[in-house]
């Protein structure tokens, strides 16, 4: 019996390394991103799609995958995303143009999305109901760590190695999680084989597939731009399509009536805004600290550790505030740090010294580590045995088109705001066109040309499109903070009385 319990643990220890492998990989790209701007001649535009294609792919089949696993078998969906995931992380390292790269981006993000919500479905099956809080808990933190991780490592792998180890690092990861799975996990599914929702799969990729490239678009060419918005209304028309469809058809592929539970829609909700918020920050600091504090890309890394021991001292004060004041005071609690870090950082200027930024970092580190693991508790504490597989897609899926459309719409704004500062009229065509492309490339142009006035004009465009990321970051912080305090339920509501019980998991190994 204890070698059965203690392998259970070896299985969960061998997912968390697939789930660090995806979190890592969710924004070990942000470091390099200056790096890539050179050696593949990306626009930002096309810095937008590396991390947006994975993202994409990721919210798209995360909803399906979980289906699949259900009808087919876990472990087996589990192995072929382990092996997806590895075998696009190699092709990603040795990409040679920007679109082979997105290419194979997307190709990681569908790997991932099997990864994510199989693995969570499978505890309820691996651990009795006694062991599995601690065993989400170690899920959860797995799943987390990787993001602040990402850019650290990214950062010491770019120092010494070419851009594509940031890709070859999830090789060993996923190596250890295939044999563990492999040798010690059980194989489960559901008896009653659900039928496929071909029909909503569709609806739901193609309408996320328009929403965000139109958004990419418009922050590309402005808002007044015709394709771009007729690419949001359809990716809005098609998503409400499948909202509809989902309620009419009898074997859809989200379960609507999760939707009744206060706690799971708004700690759902909760979550995504907190990935939303958070990705500015990642997206815009790499780019400052390389282009504007002239850092190589391990030196950026070791500046944004800050972010992970603000997370951990916020992970650990959530955990003690939840048993306390239950989750809507511990996610409003984490709201308000990360809007405070986000906005005190709108005011990181040329001159800024790093204390200040790290200061901010800080602050921001913390709302990360009290807010997302109450809000994700709260949405996961409603789901029964039965639903944890479409339930913790469902959940992940809201979380990733959060990511996903937060990294285009601040992007999007990054890019507005650059742009809107330029004054590069009089300017040869070629030195123009480079200056528009992003910051990085306006820098290395503004060097070429040995134009000191330039490169003060590119720098003060950057941080004026930064801080107006910031603010917008910041403000999604602050509309969370309302809607925690108005929409999530208090202490004593959402016991486990009101919801399904769990069905009694399958005697494992």
Not at 371 to 394: C, F, H, K, V, Y
Request: charged share 15%; hydrophobic share 55%; aromatic share 8%.
């Amino acid at each position: 019996m204890k070698n059965a319990q203690n392998r259970r643990w070896w299985v969960l220890a061998a997912l968390s390394f697939g789930l660090m492998a995806v979190g890592l990989d969710m924004t070990v790209l942000n470091v390099a991103l200056p790096t890539l701007a050179a050696d593949l001649q990306a626009s930002t535009g096309e810095l937008q799609w590396f991390a947006d294609a994975y993202n994409l792919a990721l919210a798209a089949a995360l909803l399906p995958a979980g289906m699949l696993g259900d009808r087919y078998g876990r472990k087996k969906w589990l192995l072929i995303a382990l092996v997806l995931f590895g075998a696009a992380s190699a092709a990603c390292a040795y990409s040679d143009s920007s679109g082979m790269l997105i290419l194979m981006r997307a190709f990681l993000g569908l790997g991932a999305a099997f990864l994510i919500p199989l693995s969570m479905s499978v505890l309820p099956v691996l651990f009795r109901e006694e062991e599995r809080t601690r065993a989400m808990m170690v899920w959860a933190m797995a799943n987390m760590l990787g993001i602040p991780l990402g850019p650290i490592v990214g950062g010491w792998l770019l120092k010494h190695y070419d851009w594509g180890s940031v890709f070859l690092l999830n090789l060993p990861l996923v190596v250890i999680a295939i044999c563990a799975v492999a040798w010690l996990m059980p194989e489960s599914r559901r008896p009653d084989r659900p039928r496929l929702d071909a029909a909503g799969a569709l609806a739901s990729s193609l309408g996320l597939t328009a929403l965000t490239y139109g958004v990419i678009r418009a922050g590309e060419r402005g808002w007044d731009e015709a394709a771009a918005l007729w690419s949001v209304a359809a990716g809005a028309v098609l998503l409400v399509c499948f909202l509809v469809w989902q309620k009419r058809y009898r074997h859809a592929l989200i379960e609507m009536s999760l939707f009744r539970s206060r706690g799971f829609t708004w700690g759902a909700a909760l979550a995504t805004l907190v990935s939303f918020a958070i990705f500015g920050l990642l997206f815009a600091l790499p780019q400052y600290f390389q282009a504007i504090s002239g850092v190589d890309s391990f030196a950026t890394g070791l500046r944004l550790l800050p972010l992970i021991g603000g997370l951990m001292l916020g992970a650990r004060a959530s955990d003690r505030l939840m048993s306390a004041a239950g989750a809507k005071l511990t996610v409003a609690a984490g709201f308000v740090f990360l809007a405070a870090g986000l906005m005190i950082g709108t005011a990181t200027g040329i001159d800024s010294g790093y204390g200040f930024i790290a200061f901010w970092i800080v602050v921001a580190g913390i709302g990360l580590g009290l807010s997302l693991p109450a809000a994700m508790a709260s949405a996961l504490n409603q789901l029964s045995a039965e639903r944890s597989g479409t339930g913790s897609a469902l959940i992940m899926a809201f979380r990733q088109v959060g990511g996903t459309v937060g990294v285009a719409l601040l992007g999007s704004a990054l890019n507005r705001g650059y742009r809107g500062e330029l004054h590069i009229a009089d300017l040869p065509d070629a030195v123009a066109s480079a200056v528009r492309r992003g910051v990085s490339a306006g820098v290395a142009a503004s060097r070429q040309i040995g134009s000191d006035e330039l490169l003060a004009q590119v720098h003060h465009a950057f941080l004026h499109g930064m801080s107006l990321l910031l603010w917008v970051s910041g403000g999604i912080a602050l509309l969370g903070l309302v809607l925690a305090l108005l929409f999530l339920p208090g202490r004593s509501a959402g016991t486990t009385h009101d919801r399904p019980q769990a069905a009694a998991p399958a005697e494992p190994l």
